[in-house]
């Protein structure tokens, strides 16, 4: 791990007093803040007025029980989060997550992360994440609903287009935001479009949402690429996970000349030396929700490795998209000693303190999260604008507005990091560009 400045120190250290146990959360905290010493020496204004502090807290954090009833008729009950982090460029936005795994370690880390990932898309979104631990494996679509409509219950009162704007992640896609929508819509007698993003296209949802995290990494990796006079023509990719995002890399890759040969899920990944064929995991994974492990059935030449770890498969450009932490020192190492040139994270905080190390030291390209990622909130906010006015834009508009901000966010990285003397590297790039203006309009504001 890098060393945090001897300011910064104490900060990090309150940091991990005031929340015991949520590791995940001070990772985060830890990354952003072994950035910022060379902030304070430009702008000593942001340590007096105490701004690293404030960031660390979240604005508000509600907690709630999420009552259901299943289908056997017995009751379940699981928690709800959301964590309405930083405000200070706009409404809170973030995506919801379900997963076995969520508490609100996990969530206050992908709260903190969206503060900077939001900044860094340059459009008028604060910082902000929730979920449950609500497990939708193996649930039936009515079990599905009733668990969606119980938490809206809720989480309804904390929303508005101007106020709290939440949006899929891990286990949350069109069918829960429809359940959501349905609910929220009902309660409140609003038909608010701003009040949800990723809905569907009959009813205010934007094209290009769907496929935006993926084409966004994509495109952030080529933009890395090109600046090594590099392209995907013709390079082997691996592409982990293989949910939304995972596919829409998938795709994107594709479409630049790449071939990805492994994609994964939570028990293992599939190779197929010919590349993967996203028509066949499209099916399996978005209309039959079935595991990764049925593409061997079709493909008798690919190969299916339980419980195998994908990063031992070589490759010139890696992106992880599944989760957190899915990348340790060793698989890094792997990586690299393969032949990797380029990594681009399409899930937030794949990669951990450790794996960032070896790819900073061997110099490759890498693309942290919160700005290669940002692709999907920033279709959002492209949503938002859409709603607001009444509109609905063409894909082809779209997907080229979704192309400029990814530039935009990959030249912002890379000239940050020269003009504070660590050239190529896009983790302080990013890191600086995106605090140094929450940073400011916090100033702005006094001390609120
Ligand atoms: N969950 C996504 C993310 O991690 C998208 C959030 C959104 O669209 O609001 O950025």
Same mark, same amino acid.
């Given at each position: 791990?890098?060393?945090?400045?001897?300011?910064?120190?104490?900060?990090?250290?309150?940091?991990?007093?005031?929340?015991?146990?949520?590791?995940?959360?001070h990772q985060a905290v830890r990354e952003v803040l072994e950035s910022l010493g060379?902030?304070?020496?430009?702008?000593?204004?942001?340590?007096?007025?105490?701004?690293?502090?404030?960031?660390?807290?979240?604005?508000?954090?509600?907690?709630?029980?999420?009552?259901?009833?299943?289908?056997?008729?017995v009751v379940q009950i699981n928690r709800g989060f959301r964590v309405e982090f930083n405000s200070a460029l706009g409404p809170y936005k973030g995506g919801l997550r379900f997963h076995p795994s969520v508490y609100l370690g996990i969530i206050k880390f992908l709260g903190f992360e969206q503060i900077f990932k939001n900044a860094l898309t340059g459009l008028p979104i604060g910082g902000g994440k929730g979920g449950s631990d609500f497990d939708p494996k193996g649930k039936s679509d009515a079990e599905v609903m009733r668990f969606c409509q119980s938490f809206m219950t809720e989480l309804y009162r904390h929303l508005g287009e101007y106020t709290d704007v939440p949006a899929g992640d891990i286990g949350v896609g069109g069918r829960e935001i429809g359940y959501m929508f349905g609910q929220y819509k009902r309660i409140t007698n609003?038909?608010?479009?701003?009040?949800?993003?990723?809905?569907?296209?009959?009813?205010?949802?934007?094209?290009?949402?769907?496929?935006?995290?993926?084409?966004?990494?994509?495109?952030?990796?080529?933009?890395?690429?090109?600046?090594?006079?590099?392209?995907?023509? +013709?390079?082997?990719?691996?592409?982990?996970?293989?949910? &939304?995002?995972? =596919? *829409?890399?998938?795709?994107? @890759?594709?479409?630049? +000349?790449?071939?990805?040969?492994?994609?994964?899920?939570? &028990?293992?990944? =599939? *190779?197929?030396?010919?590349? @993967?064929?996203?028509d066949l995991v499209k099916q399996l994974k978005e209309v039959e929700r079935r595991r990764i492990k049925n593409y061997v059935d079709v493909y008798k030449h690919a190969k299916y490795i339980s419980k195998g770890n994908i990063w031992e498969v070589p490759c010139q450009v890696a992106m992880p998209s599944a989760t957190q932490n899915e990348i340790n020192g060793k698989d890094a190492e792997m990586l690299v000693k393969n032949g990797c040139i380029a990594v681009g994270e399409g899930a937030n905080m794949p990669t951990t303190p450790e794996g960032i190390k070896v790819f900073l030291d061997a110099k490759i390209a890498y693309g942290p999260g919160k700005a290669a990622n940002a692709g999907g909130v920033a279709t959002s906010a492209l949503e938002m604008q859409q709603n607001a006015s009444r509109?609905?834009?063409?894909?082809?508009?779209?997907?080229?507005?979704?192309?400029?901000?990814?530039?935009?966010?990959?030249?912002?990285?890379y000239e940050t990091a020269e003009e504070y003397g660590a050239p190529g590297n896009y983790v302080t790039g990013a890191n600086i560009s995106a605090f140094i203006k929450v940073a400011q309009a916090m100033v702005a504001f006094g001390v609120i």
């Amino acid at each position: 791990m890098s060393s945090i400045d001897e300011k910064v120190e104490p900060i990090y250290k309150a940091v991990l007093d005031r929340n015991p146990g949520e590791i995940e959360f001070h990772q985060a905290v830890r990354e952003v803040l072994e950035s910022l010493g060379p902030v304070l020496v430009k702008h000593p204004e942001f340590a007096d007025h105490r701004i690293i502090e404030r960031i660390c807290e979240p604005e508000r954090q509600i907690i709630f029980r999420v009552p259901w009833v299943d289908d056997k008729n017995v009751v379940q009950i699981n928690r709800g989060f959301r964590v309405e982090f930083n405000s200070a460029l706009g409404p809170y936005k973030g995506g919801l997550r379900f997963h076995p795994s969520v508490y609100l370690g996990i969530i206050k880390f992908l709260g903190f992360e969206q503060i900077f990932k939001n900044a860094l898309t340059g459009l008028p979104i604060g910082g902000g994440k929730g979920g449950s631990d609500f497990d939708p494996k193996g649930k039936s679509d009515a079990e599905v609903m009733r668990f969606c409509q119980s938490f809206m219950t809720e989480l309804y009162r904390h929303l508005g287009e101007y106020t709290d704007v939440p949006a899929g992640d891990i286990g949350v896609g069109g069918r829960e935001i429809g359940y959501m929508f349905g609910q929220y819509k009902r309660i409140t007698n609003r038909w608010e479009a701003g009040v949800l993003t990723g809905k569907g296209l009959d009813w205010g949802g934007s094209l290009v949402r769907t496929e935006a995290t993926g084409y966004g990494a994509t495109f952030f990796v080529d933009e890395m690429l090109k600046v090594r006079n590099e392209s995907f023509d +013709g390079k082997t990719c691996i592409v982990s996970g293989s949910g &939304n995002v995972s =596919i *829409y890399t998938m795709e994107k @890759i594709a479409q630049l +000349g790449g071939k990805t040969v492994a994609c994964s899920d939570s &028990n293992g990944y =599939i *190779y197929d030396e010919k590349g @993967i064929d996203l028509d066949l995991v499209k099916q399996l994974k978005e209309v039959e929700r079935r595991r990764i492990k049925n593409y061997v059935d079709v493909y008798k030449h690919a190969k299916y490795i339980s419980k195998g770890n994908i990063w031992e498969v070589p490759c010139q450009v890696a992106m992880p998209s599944a989760t957190q932490n899915e990348i340790n020192g060793k698989d890094a190492e792997m990586l690299v000693k393969n032949g990797c040139i380029a990594v681009g994270e399409g899930a937030n905080m794949p990669t951990t303190p450790e794996g960032i190390k070896v790819f900073l030291d061997a110099k490759i390209a890498y693309g942290p999260g919160k700005a290669a990622n940002a692709g999907g909130v920033a279709t959002s906010a492209l949503e938002m604008q859409q709603n607001a006015s009444r509109d609905s834009w063409s894909f082809e508009y779209t997907e080229d507005r979704l192309r400029q901000i990814m530039r935009n966010i990959h030249k912002t990285c890379y000239e940050t990091a020269e003009e504070y003397g660590a050239p190529g590297n896009y983790v302080t790039g990013a890191n600086i560009s995106a605090f140094i203006k929450v940073a400011q309009a916090m100033v702005a504001f006094g001390v609120i």
